[in-house]
RNA sequence: GGUGCUAUCGUCUAGCGGUUAGGACAAAAGAUUCUCAAUCUUUAAACCGGGGUUCGAUUCCCCGUAGCACUACCA
């Protein structure tokens, strides 16, 4: 009775992979590795009109990016697949058996209203909807002669086959996360679950015969499909297959940081942050939306905020890794209610996961950023890795993305080409032109440019004078920055090294007041 | 309209009958510093409403309200 724990991402392929849906997989994985069970991939590719090329691809990568390892299906190596094919469109004589079954065994009939009839019906008949109270009056399998129905089909009619819901019955999902969720039958209708016109089952149907075949235990999916849950449970019910449907957990939605409904494409355009893991070209469109990857994010960084929308453990604990996620997640703990998407906490998390990563390495992430940057410039980079290590252990507190560091220490590589003009005029000041003078030639006369020295020499000198060390201090930094801002100044000026900083301060006095 | 799900600071959430209702993001203030940021400290900020049950409800039940989802030959 107790399978092995076998869950499946099921996404389609109809464009780039949804944020949400990635939060989705992530549980799913999180379930499966906690239990020691198999994360399949299934690509349900029943629409052919909404199929996007590459969708699948980038699925694939997008997951392997993240940390989500597939066990089993697209993408895998084929002696894994055991269970196969997973693709929905490759399991058309699949899908043909058990419509027939479902036919056979009355539980399914065959229909011939066509769209334009049934829009028709819905117009005259308000909350319309096809069922127990209403197949009767419509063209199908149910009222015609089976000579009628072979005939129609003969002649090419298309049609579709419904599922018959039996009215008035209670129907029970147990869901893992929200409980048993009673409904009534009659207020479900009677699916189409295939289609003659592309010859391919619709979802509902697809998806009980691929679940049940492919020994799937769990079904952890968006909240979305709570609703068809009970249909679902009727067609296990159909098939004969209820005593080893797999255990439901419908997880709440994701929803747009500002105002209601859930999380869309256009709120992420519309509020400047990406809702995809990785950057998607839309082949057909040629949009390109942005993506979590090329905006600098780390996937670790990603994970942890994506689990913890929607999920807790008890306690105050907000650092995961992906090994303490497998730990301790647990649908029990998962949310009922939907989640809104708080960017921000996004960025506070990537900013967590760079500070603690080495200097070293974040600075081999930043060279090609930097080297892009300079070229731009038209700049050698005159600096040793030693050094952009160390600028990216000054700076790196102060930044959320490893991209943003260039903003940060630009003034490092290239000298100010300009000054900021509020800085001048907050720290420039009448004074500062002949301090910077004097200064120039307390700088020039020291052989030891150490830290340590300078700041002796520099504040005996200031001190000496009676200057104000934050007027010197800040008119200097102007020079060598171009701004108020930035690390420590004698980390400035030793990096610089003695000539560039006389150089700079020597430019700065040929331009300003 | 119908059906279902949900409801704690602005946001993500902890709480599983008795708490000064806790943490984090964001916000504000202070400390620090040559600047900016970071950091540290502090502050402000919530149990949707009404009935029950109970000695006692944020917590359990019911109703209302609100939000969300679904209501396709899409998933």
Redesign the pocket.
């Known amino acids: 009775m107790n399978k092995k724990v076998r869950v499946r991402f099921?996404?389609?392929p109809?464009g780039a992979l949804h944020i949400g849906g990635v939060r989705t997989a992530l549980y799913n994985y999180l379930f499966a590795r906690q239990h020691g069970g198999d994360m399949l991939l299934r690509i349900?590719d029943?629409?052919s009109?909404?199929f996007v090329p590459g969708a699948e691809e980038y699925i694939i990568e997008s997951l392997r990016w993240l940390g989500i390892e597939i066990d089993e299906g697209i993408g895998v190596e084929s002696e894994l697949n055991t269970h196969g094919p997973y693709r929905q469109s490759e399991r058309r004589e699949i899908y043909h058996k058990y419509v027939s079954e479902l036919l056979e065994s009355g539980n399914a009939y065959i229909a011939f209203?066509?769209?334009e009839e049934?829009e028709q019906k819905?117009l005259e008949i308000k909350?319309f909807?096809?069922d127990a109270t209403t197949r009767n009056q419509m063209r199908n399998s149910l009222v015609m002669s089976k000579q009628e129905v072979d005939k129609l089909i003969a002649d090419g009619a298309?049609y579709?086959v419904r599922f018959k819901v039996e009215p008035n019955e209670e129907v029970v999902v147990d869901d893992l996360i929200?409980?048993e969720?009673?409904?009534?039958s009659s207020?479900i209708?009677d699916?189409?679950i295939y289609?003659?016109?592309d010859d391919?089952?619709?979802?509902?149907l697809?998806?009980i015969v691929d679940d049940h075949l492919m020994e799937i235990s769990h079904v952890i999916r968006g909240?979305?499909?709570?609703?068809?849950a009970p249909l679902h449970v009727l067609m296990y019910r159909a098939f004969g297959w209820e005593q080893s449907m797999p255990k439901f957990a419908h997880l709440?939605?994701l929803?747009k940081?500002d105002?209601?409904?859930?999380l869309s494409k256009r709120d992420g355009d519309r509020l400047g942050f990406p809702v995809f893991p990785l950057e998607f070209h839309d082949e057909k469109t040629g949009v390109v939306s942005s993506g979590y990857r090329e905006s600098g994010y780390y996937p670790e960084a990603v994970i942890n905020f994506l689990a913890?929308?929607?999920?807790?453990a008890?306690?105050?604990k907000?650092i995961y890794s992906m090994d303490d996620l497998i730990k301790e997640f647990s649908l029990e703990?998962v949310?009922?209610?939907?989640?809104?998407f708080?960017y921000?906490?996004g960025?506070?998390f990537n900013h967590q996961y760079l500070m603690n990563r080495d200097d070293s390495v974040i600075a081999s992430e930043f060279k090609p950023i930097l080297d892009a940057h300079l070229s731009e410039e038209g700049v050698e980079c005159k600096l040793t890795l030693e050094q952009i290590v160390h600028i990216v252990g000054l700076l790196k507190?102060?930044v959320n993305f490893v991209s943003e560091l260039w903003e940060q220490s630009n003034y490092f590589f290239v000298a100010p080409k300009e000054y900021d003009e509020k800085?001048l005029k907050k720290?420039w000041k009448e004074d500062s032109k002949s301090q910077m003078r004097e200064l120039l030639s307390v700088l020039e006369k020291q052989d030891d440019w150490s830290a340590s020295n300078l700041d002796t020499v520099v504040m005996s000198w200031i001190a000496e004078k009676g200057y104000g060390?934050?007027l010197v201090?800040?008119a200097?930094?102007i020079c060598l920055v171009g701004a108020?801002?930035?690390?420590?100044?004698?980390e400035i000026t030793d990096i610089l090294g003695k000539e560039e900083t006389i150089r700079r301060v020597k430019s700065a006095l040929d331009v300003l007041p």
């Open positions: 099921a996404p389609s109809t349900e029943t629409d009109s909404r209203d066509t769209p049934l819905r909350n909807q096809y298309k579709v929200r409980g969720v009673r409904i009534n207020i209708d699916k189409v289609k003659s016109s391919l089952p619709t979802y509902h697809a998806n909240e979305e499909w709570l609703p068809s709440p939605l929803l940081p105002g209601n409904g859930k913890l929308l929607g999920w807790h008890t306690g105050d907000e703990r949310s009922k209610s939907g989640a809104k708080d921000e906490k960025k506070w507190e102060r800085s720290r060390v934050g201090m800040n200097f930094r108020a801002r930035g690390p420590h100044i004698w």
